[in-house]
């Protein structure tokens, strides 16, 4: 996984330096509704841009992955409630097992005949 990190992050990055070095030309950006206006060169704006799109995406991906994260902790606190009485069941079969004379299990019941009624 490290690698394929490199693999995709290296390119970007070169091109990231191409971009900005063959970029450099001042542009002027208004900002609309604020009547701001902001004078920095293209590579700026662009990767600005970019990065704010790159935020918004990891946001939108974390909070939609709420449902799924909760979901998980809920099974894994089943897990371990199951596992700590699976440990404590197999404890007292343990115990039972040691001790000797005393029948492992209780005998299966024997079928009883119910008597008729009148009808």
Excluded: C, Y
């Amino acid at each position: 996984m490290k690698r394929l990190s490199w693999i995709l992050s290296v390119p970007f990055m070169v091109a990231a330096v191409v971009f900005a070095m063959t970029n450099r030309a001042p542009v002027v950006l208004d900002l609309w509704p604020f009547n701001i206006t902001v004078e920095a060169p293209l590579f700026v704006i662009v990767l600005a841009s970019a990065f704010v799109g790159l935020l918004a995406g990891a946001v939108a991906g974390w909070l939609s992955g709420a449902a799924t994260r909760r979901r998980a902790r809920a099974t894994e606190r089943r897990v371990h409630e199951l596992e700590r009485e699976l440990t404590r069941l197999r404890h007292a079969a343990q115990r039972s097992n040691d001790r000797p004379g005393e029948p492992a299990s209780s005998p299966a019941p024997k079928p009883v005949r119910l008597p008729r009624t009148g009808s």
